[in-house]
Protein backbone atom coordinates (compact mmCIF):
# COMPACT_ATOMS: atom_id res chain seq x y z
CA UNK A 1 0.00 0.00 0.00
CA UNK A 2 2.86 2.27 0.28
CA UNK A 3 3.71 2.66 -3.18
CA UNK A 4 0.39 3.47 -3.44
CA UNK A 5 0.35 6.35 -0.95
CA UNK A 6 3.65 7.61 -2.45
CA UNK A 7 2.09 7.78 -5.76
CA UNK A 8 -0.87 9.63 -5.02
CA UNK A 9 1.23 12.35 -3.05
CA UNK A 10 3.56 12.80 -6.43
CA UNK A 11 0.31 12.86 -8.74
CA UNK A 12 -2.56 14.48 -7.05
CA UNK A 13 -3.70 18.22 -6.44
CA UNK A 14 -3.59 17.94 -2.21
CA UNK A 15 -7.37 18.31 -1.55
CA UNK A 16 -8.09 15.16 0.08
CA UNK A 17 -6.78 13.77 3.56
CA UNK A 18 -7.49 9.55 2.77
CA UNK A 19 -7.51 6.91 5.33
CA UNK A 20 -4.44 4.58 4.68
CA UNK A 21 -6.53 1.53 2.89
CA UNK A 22 -6.67 1.22 -0.95
CA UNK A 23 -9.99 -0.55 -2.09
CA UNK A 24 -9.88 -3.30 -4.68
CA UNK A 25 -13.52 -4.75 -5.00
CA UNK A 26 -17.08 -4.66 -2.89
CA UNK A 27 -19.60 -7.35 -2.33
CA UNK A 28 -22.75 -5.89 -1.12
CA UNK A 29 -22.16 -4.55 2.20
CA UNK A 30 -18.35 -5.46 2.16
CA UNK A 31 -15.62 -4.07 0.73
CA UNK A 32 -12.09 -5.77 0.52
CA UNK A 33 -8.70 -4.05 0.14
CA UNK A 34 -5.53 -5.20 -2.00
CA UNK A 35 -4.44 -7.40 0.47
CA UNK A 36 -7.86 -9.06 0.50
CA UNK A 37 -9.03 -7.66 3.64
CA UNK A 38 -12.59 -7.24 4.19
CA UNK A 39 -14.13 -4.48 6.11
CA UNK A 40 -18.24 -3.86 6.67
CA UNK A 41 -18.90 -0.47 5.00
CA UNK A 42 -20.41 1.64 6.72
CA UNK A 43 -20.41 4.73 4.52
CA UNK A 44 -21.64 3.51 1.24
CA UNK A 45 -19.47 5.81 -0.59
CA UNK A 46 -20.77 8.72 1.52
CA UNK A 47 -24.05 7.64 0.95
CA UNK A 48 -23.92 6.49 -2.37
CA UNK A 49 -24.40 2.65 -2.64
CA UNK A 50 -27.72 2.38 -1.16
CA UNK A 51 -28.34 -1.19 -3.02
CA UNK A 52 -24.74 -2.56 -1.88
CA UNK A 53 -21.81 -2.91 -3.84
CA UNK A 54 -21.23 -4.51 -7.17
CA UNK A 55 -25.12 -5.68 -7.05
CA UNK A 56 -25.32 -8.33 -9.83
CA UNK A 57 -28.94 -6.84 -11.27
CA UNK A 58 -27.09 -3.60 -11.24
CA UNK A 59 -24.03 -5.38 -12.87
CA UNK A 60 -25.99 -6.85 -15.57
CA UNK A 61 -28.17 -4.09 -16.25
CA UNK A 62 -25.61 -1.06 -16.33
CA UNK A 63 -23.28 -4.23 -18.54
CA UNK A 64 -26.39 -4.20 -21.11
CA UNK A 65 -26.70 -0.72 -21.62
CA UNK A 66 -22.47 0.26 -21.95
CA UNK A 67 -22.51 -2.21 -24.95
CA UNK A 68 -25.66 -0.66 -26.46
CA UNK A 69 -25.22 3.37 -26.07
CA UNK A 70 -23.29 5.11 -23.37
CA UNK A 71 -23.60 8.63 -24.55
CA UNK A 72 -24.91 11.05 -27.73
CA UNK A 73 -25.73 14.28 -25.88
CA UNK A 74 -28.61 16.18 -25.18
CA UNK A 75 -29.00 17.49 -28.89
CA UNK A 76 -31.58 14.77 -29.49
CA UNK A 77 -33.89 12.45 -27.43
CA UNK A 78 -32.70 9.05 -25.52
CA UNK A 79 -35.24 6.86 -23.90
CA UNK A 80 -33.67 5.36 -20.64
CA UNK A 81 -34.18 9.67 -19.64
CA UNK A 82 -37.59 9.66 -20.01
CA UNK A 83 -38.44 6.24 -18.26
CA UNK A 84 -35.95 7.33 -15.23
CA UNK A 85 -38.46 10.76 -15.40
CA UNK A 86 -41.45 8.97 -15.61
CA UNK A 87 -40.00 6.39 -12.60
CA UNK A 88 -38.98 9.67 -10.38
CA UNK A 89 -42.78 11.20 -10.85
CA UNK A 90 -44.12 8.54 -9.10
CA UNK A 91 -41.99 8.31 -6.28
CA UNK A 92 -41.43 11.92 -5.91
CA UNK A 93 -44.81 13.98 -6.68
CA UNK A 94 -42.43 16.12 -8.77
CA UNK A 95 -43.84 16.95 -12.68
CA UNK A 96 -40.28 17.51 -14.43
CA UNK A 97 -37.01 16.65 -14.03
CA UNK A 98 -33.53 17.71 -15.53
CA UNK A 99 -30.46 15.54 -15.17
CA UNK A 100 -26.59 16.38 -14.69
CA UNK A 101 -23.96 14.59 -12.93
CA UNK A 102 -23.49 15.72 -9.16
CA UNK A 103 -25.12 17.32 -6.19
CA UNK A 104 -23.15 20.35 -6.62
CA UNK A 105 -24.08 20.74 -9.72
CA UNK A 106 -28.01 19.86 -9.10
CA UNK A 107 -27.66 22.41 -6.27
CA UNK A 108 -26.15 24.88 -8.90
CA UNK A 109 -29.44 24.79 -11.30
CA UNK A 110 -31.61 24.54 -8.81
CA UNK A 111 -30.49 28.47 -7.34
CA UNK A 112 -30.95 29.54 -11.13
CA UNK A 113 -33.90 28.11 -11.70
CA UNK A 114 -35.29 29.59 -8.01
CA UNK A 115 -33.91 33.42 -9.91
CA UNK A 116 -35.29 32.83 -12.88
CA UNK A 117 -38.58 32.19 -11.96
CA UNK A 118 -38.81 34.47 -8.77
CA UNK A 119 -37.02 37.38 -10.67
CA UNK A 120 -35.11 37.92 -7.15
CA UNK A 121 -31.63 37.23 -5.86
CA UNK A 122 -31.63 36.29 -2.23
CA UNK A 123 -30.97 32.98 -1.02
CA UNK A 124 -31.72 32.19 2.55
CA UNK A 125 -29.64 29.12 3.83
CA UNK A 126 -29.29 27.08 7.25
CA UNK A 127 -26.65 26.90 9.12
CA UNK A 128 -23.94 24.26 9.20
CA UNK A 129 -25.35 23.60 5.51
CA UNK A 130 -23.82 21.97 2.84
CA UNK A 131 -24.45 22.44 -0.71
CA UNK A 132 -21.30 21.80 -2.60
CA UNK A 133 -18.40 23.13 -4.00
CA UNK A 134 -19.00 24.82 -7.26
CA UNK A 135 -19.32 28.82 -6.52
CA UNK A 136 -23.40 28.68 -6.51
CA UNK A 137 -23.24 25.82 -4.36
CA UNK A 138 -20.76 26.81 -2.03
CA UNK A 139 -22.46 30.46 -1.66
CA UNK A 140 -24.97 28.58 0.14
CA UNK A 141 -22.59 26.46 1.92
CA UNK A 142 -22.27 27.76 5.59
CA UNK A 143 -18.35 26.48 6.54
CA UNK A 144 -16.40 29.57 6.34
CA UNK A 145 -13.41 27.64 5.38
CA UNK A 146 -15.00 26.27 2.37
CA UNK A 147 -16.30 29.55 1.42
CA UNK A 148 -13.26 32.67 2.27
CA UNK A 149 -11.12 31.52 0.23
CA UNK A 150 -12.91 31.77 -3.27
CA UNK A 151 -15.06 35.16 -2.73
CA UNK A 152 -16.88 36.95 -4.12
CA UNK A 153 -19.34 34.20 -3.86
CA UNK A 154 -23.02 34.86 -5.40
CA UNK A 155 -24.94 37.15 -2.96
CA UNK A 156 -27.05 37.95 -1.21
CA UNK A 157 -27.42 34.80 1.32
CA UNK A 158 -28.07 34.72 4.60
CA UNK A 159 -27.71 31.56 6.98
CA UNK A 160 -30.43 31.31 9.35
CA UNK A 161 -30.02 29.50 12.64
CA UNK A 162 -30.65 26.06 12.75
CA UNK A 163 -34.23 25.47 13.32
CA UNK A 164 -34.32 28.76 14.78
CA UNK A 165 -38.15 30.09 13.85
CA UNK A 166 -37.43 34.09 14.86
CA UNK A 167 -33.88 33.83 13.00
CA UNK A 168 -35.93 32.54 9.83
CA UNK A 169 -38.67 35.99 10.41
CA UNK A 170 -35.67 38.72 10.68
CA UNK A 171 -33.51 36.72 7.71
CA UNK A 172 -37.01 35.97 4.74
CA UNK A 173 -37.99 39.09 2.64
CA UNK A 174 -39.84 39.90 -0.46
CA UNK A 175 -36.07 40.05 -2.07
CA UNK A 176 -35.75 36.52 -1.44
CA UNK A 177 -35.71 34.14 -4.24
CA UNK A 178 -35.42 30.69 -2.45
CA UNK A 179 -34.46 29.39 1.11
CA UNK A 180 -32.81 26.46 0.53
CA UNK A 181 -32.63 23.54 3.30
CA UNK A 182 -31.52 19.80 4.11
CA UNK A 183 -34.23 18.19 5.80
CA UNK A 184 -31.39 16.21 7.51
CA UNK A 185 -28.07 17.68 7.58
CA UNK A 186 -25.34 15.11 6.95
CA UNK A 187 -21.99 16.66 6.06
CA UNK A 188 -22.13 18.95 9.41
CA UNK A 189 -23.27 15.85 11.21
CA UNK A 190 -26.57 14.39 11.11
CA UNK A 191 -28.93 17.17 12.09
CA UNK A 192 -32.60 17.20 11.80
CA UNK A 193 -34.96 20.19 11.07
CA UNK A 194 -37.54 19.97 13.26
CA UNK A 195 -41.32 19.94 12.06
CA UNK A 196 -42.34 23.37 13.64
CA UNK A 197 -39.09 25.22 12.26
CA UNK A 198 -40.60 23.44 8.64
CA UNK A 199 -44.13 24.56 9.26
CA UNK A 200 -42.59 28.17 9.74
CA UNK A 201 -40.61 28.09 6.18
CA UNK A 202 -44.18 26.95 4.30
CA UNK A 203 -45.64 29.56 6.32
CA UNK A 204 -43.35 32.53 4.84
CA UNK A 205 -43.39 31.23 1.86
CA UNK A 206 -46.81 31.25 1.20
CA UNK A 207 -46.27 34.96 3.03
CA UNK A 208 -43.43 35.85 0.86
CA UNK A 209 -43.93 34.40 -2.04
CA UNK A 210 -40.50 33.14 -2.26
CA UNK A 211 -39.66 29.33 -3.35
CA UNK A 212 -38.42 26.47 -1.06
CA UNK A 213 -35.76 23.88 -2.13
CA UNK A 214 -35.21 20.34 -0.49
CA UNK A 215 -31.40 19.52 -0.87
CA UNK A 216 -31.93 16.24 -0.90
CA UNK A 217 -28.65 14.84 -2.34
CA UNK A 218 -27.89 12.68 0.68
CA UNK A 219 -31.53 11.84 2.26
CA UNK A 220 -32.55 11.25 -1.00
CA UNK A 221 -33.74 7.61 -2.60
CA UNK A 222 -34.73 5.90 0.96
CA UNK A 223 -31.83 6.21 2.83
CA UNK A 224 -34.12 8.04 5.65
CA UNK A 225 -36.77 5.14 5.65
CA UNK A 226 -38.77 7.03 3.20
CA UNK A 227 -38.01 7.18 -0.61
CA UNK A 228 -37.38 11.23 0.12
CA UNK A 229 -37.15 13.04 3.55
CA UNK A 230 -39.66 15.12 2.75
CA UNK A 231 -42.11 12.62 3.07
CA UNK A 232 -41.37 12.93 7.36
CA UNK A 233 -42.81 16.89 6.97
CA UNK A 234 -45.40 15.56 4.43
CA UNK A 235 -44.61 18.47 2.34
CA UNK A 236 -43.94 19.46 -1.04
CA UNK A 237 -41.37 22.17 -1.50
CA UNK A 238 -40.91 23.67 -5.06
CA UNK A 239 -37.65 22.45 -6.58
CA UNK A 240 -35.87 19.22 -5.20
CA UNK A 241 -32.37 18.09 -5.63
CA UNK A 242 -30.69 14.74 -5.85
CA UNK A 243 -27.38 12.68 -6.56
CA UNK A 244 -25.33 10.29 -4.16
CA UNK A 245 -27.69 7.13 -4.44
CA UNK A 246 -29.70 8.23 -7.41
CA UNK A 247 -26.85 5.59 -9.54
CA UNK A 248 -25.00 3.62 -7.64
CA UNK A 249 -22.26 5.23 -8.19
CA UNK A 250 -22.22 6.20 -11.57
CA UNK A 251 -22.24 9.65 -11.54
CA UNK A 252 -25.59 11.21 -11.92
CA UNK A 253 -27.88 14.39 -10.23
CA UNK A 254 -31.48 15.44 -10.84
CA UNK A 255 -33.55 18.46 -10.08
CA UNK A 256 -37.39 17.81 -9.45
CA UNK A 257 -39.59 20.64 -9.82
CA UNK A 258 -43.69 21.50 -9.83
CA UNK A 259 -45.30 22.17 -12.90
CA UNK A 260 -45.60 25.81 -12.15
CA UNK A 261 -42.04 26.42 -11.81
CA UNK A 262 -41.11 24.58 -14.85
CA UNK A 263 -43.76 26.72 -17.13
CA UNK A 264 -41.02 29.58 -15.82
CA UNK A 265 -38.16 28.62 -17.33
CA UNK A 266 -37.27 28.82 -21.18
CA UNK A 267 -35.08 27.25 -23.58
CA UNK A 268 -31.28 27.02 -23.24
CA UNK A 269 -31.18 28.49 -19.94
CA UNK A 270 -29.63 25.54 -18.50
CA UNK A 271 -28.25 22.48 -19.77
CA UNK A 272 -25.38 19.51 -19.71
CA UNK A 273 -23.38 17.86 -22.06
CA UNK A 274 -23.33 14.48 -19.94
CA UNK A 275 -26.25 14.80 -18.38
CA UNK A 276 -28.79 12.31 -18.42
CA UNK A 277 -26.73 10.19 -20.74
CA UNK A 278 -28.15 6.81 -21.74
CA UNK A 279 -25.38 4.80 -19.02
CA UNK A 280 -26.66 7.05 -16.67
CA UNK A 281 -29.99 7.55 -16.34
CA UNK A 282 -29.90 3.09 -16.56
CA UNK A 283 -28.20 3.26 -13.81
CA UNK A 284 -30.43 4.80 -12.02
CA UNK A 285 -33.66 3.27 -13.38
CA UNK A 286 -31.63 0.09 -12.31
CA UNK A 287 -30.74 1.20 -8.82
CA UNK A 288 -34.92 2.40 -7.97
CA UNK A 289 -35.92 -0.75 -9.58
CA UNK A 290 -33.57 -2.96 -6.81
CA UNK A 291 -34.79 -0.36 -4.17
CA UNK A 292 -38.29 -1.32 -4.42
CA UNK A 293 -38.24 -4.58 -5.33
CA UNK A 294 -35.74 -5.76 -2.52
CA UNK A 295 -37.94 -2.95 -0.34
CA UNK A 296 -34.50 -1.27 0.94
CA UNK A 297 -36.71 1.45 2.13
CA UNK A 298 -38.66 -0.42 4.66
CA UNK A 299 -35.58 -2.04 5.09
CA UNK A 300 -33.61 1.17 6.02
CA UNK A 301 -36.48 1.86 8.43
CA UNK A 302 -36.51 -1.29 10.35
CA UNK A 303 -32.64 -2.17 10.84
CA UNK A 304 -31.70 1.60 11.33
CA UNK A 305 -34.13 1.58 14.27
CA UNK A 306 -32.50 -1.64 15.24
CA UNK A 307 -29.23 0.39 15.17
CA UNK A 308 -30.30 2.95 17.20
CA UNK A 309 -31.81 0.55 19.21
CA UNK A 310 -28.09 -1.19 19.75
CA UNK A 311 -26.24 1.58 19.80
CA UNK A 312 -28.02 3.04 22.42
CA UNK A 313 -27.26 -0.14 24.33
CA UNK A 314 -23.33 0.43 24.55
CA UNK A 315 -23.86 3.84 25.58
CA UNK A 316 -24.19 6.28 22.43
CA UNK A 317 -27.14 8.72 21.96
CA UNK A 318 -27.56 8.36 17.94
CA UNK A 319 -29.61 10.57 16.11
CA UNK A 320 -31.25 10.48 12.45
CA UNK A 321 -33.78 8.82 10.40
CA UNK A 322 -33.93 5.22 8.79
CA UNK A 323 -29.95 4.34 7.90
CA UNK A 324 -28.52 8.20 8.48
CA UNK A 325 -27.09 7.95 11.82
CA UNK A 326 -24.92 9.75 13.85
CA UNK A 327 -23.29 10.20 17.39
CA UNK A 328 -21.55 12.49 19.56
CA UNK A 329 -18.37 11.22 21.63
CA UNK A 330 -18.43 12.32 25.48
CA UNK A 331 -15.90 11.89 28.31
CA UNK A 332 -13.00 9.51 27.48
CA UNK A 333 -13.78 9.82 23.53
CA UNK A 334 -14.53 12.93 22.83
CA UNK A 335 -12.91 14.91 19.99
CA UNK A 336 -11.63 11.48 19.08
CA UNK A 337 -13.41 10.56 16.24
CA UNK A 338 -10.23 10.19 13.90
CA UNK A 339 -8.99 7.92 16.26
CA UNK A 340 -12.20 5.95 16.66
CA UNK A 341 -12.52 6.09 12.81
CA UNK A 342 -8.57 4.95 11.88
CA UNK A 343 -8.91 2.20 14.59
CA UNK A 344 -12.08 0.73 12.90
CA UNK A 345 -10.64 0.68 10.02
CA UNK A 346 -7.92 -1.65 11.74
CA UNK A 347 -10.97 -3.59 12.76
CA UNK A 348 -12.16 -4.18 9.67
CA UNK A 349 -14.69 -1.18 10.03
CA UNK A 350 -15.65 1.47 7.92
CA UNK A 351 -17.21 4.73 9.68
CA UNK A 352 -16.82 8.16 8.83
CA UNK A 353 -16.62 11.32 10.89
CA UNK A 354 -18.03 14.58 10.42
CA UNK A 355 -15.64 16.48 12.76
CA UNK A 356 -13.40 15.46 15.78
CA UNK A 357 -16.08 14.26 18.04
CA UNK A 358 -18.95 12.89 15.25
CA UNK A 359 -19.23 9.63 14.08
CA UNK A 360 -21.70 9.45 10.95
CA UNK A 361 -22.93 5.95 9.70
CA UNK A 362 -24.50 5.85 5.94
CA UNK A 363 -24.31 2.13 5.20
CA UNK A 364 -25.78 0.28 2.06
CA UNK A 365 -29.76 0.21 3.07
CA UNK A 366 -29.35 -3.50 2.27
CA UNK A 367 -27.70 -3.96 5.94
CA UNK A 368 -28.77 -6.90 8.13
CA UNK A 369 -29.27 -7.02 11.67
CA UNK A 370 -26.44 -9.91 12.05
CA UNK A 371 -24.04 -6.63 10.26
CA UNK A 372 -25.56 -4.19 12.73
CA UNK A 373 -24.14 -6.85 15.46
CA UNK A 374 -20.88 -7.04 13.87
CA UNK A 375 -20.18 -3.21 13.80
CA UNK A 376 -21.58 -2.28 17.18
CA UNK A 377 -19.50 -5.22 18.64
CA UNK A 378 -16.57 -3.88 17.29
CA UNK A 379 -17.51 0.45 18.29
CA UNK A 380 -18.18 -0.90 21.76
CA UNK A 381 -14.90 -2.58 22.07
CA UNK A 382 -13.02 0.65 20.47
CA UNK A 383 -14.98 2.90 22.92
CA UNK A 384 -13.75 0.93 25.61
CA UNK A 385 -9.97 1.44 24.47
CA UNK A 386 -8.18 4.34 25.28
CA UNK A 387 -6.31 6.58 22.56
C1 LIG B 1 -26.84 17.72 0.89
C2 LIG B 1 -25.74 17.75 -0.12
N1 LIG B 1 -25.84 18.56 -1.17
C3 LIG B 1 -24.89 18.62 -2.12
C4 LIG B 1 -23.76 17.84 -2.02
C5 LIG B 1 -22.71 17.90 -3.10
O1 LIG B 1 -22.75 16.72 -3.85
P1 LIG B 1 -21.54 16.32 -4.81
O2 LIG B 1 -20.38 15.97 -3.93
O3 LIG B 1 -22.06 15.15 -5.59
O4 LIG B 1 -21.24 17.48 -5.67
C6 LIG B 1 -23.60 16.98 -0.94
C7 LIG B 1 -22.39 16.18 -0.80
O5 LIG B 1 -22.05 15.68 0.25
C8 LIG B 1 -24.61 16.92 0.04
O6 LIG B 1 -24.53 16.13 1.10
Not at 345 to 371: A, H
Request: hydrophobic share 40%.
Amino acid sequence: MEDVFKKEKELFIPFFSRLPVVFERGEGCWLYDINGKKYLDLVAGIACISIGHSHPAFVERVSEQLRKLVHVSNLYYTTPQLDLAEKLRDISGFSKFFFCNSGTEAVEGALKIARKVTGRKKFVALENSFHGRTMGALSVTWKEKFRKPFEPLISPVEFCRFNDVEDLERKVDKNTAAVIIEPIQGESGINEVNQEFMRAVFEKKDELGFLVIFDEVQTGFGRTGRWFAKEHFNIQPDIMTMAKAMGSGIPIGGIGVSEEVASRVELSEHGSTFGGNPLACTAAIATLEIIEREKLVENARIVGEYFKERLRKIGLNPRGKGLMLGFDLEDKNKGKAVEIVKEGLSKGLIMNYTSENTIRLVPPLTLKKEEVDFATKIIGSILDQSF
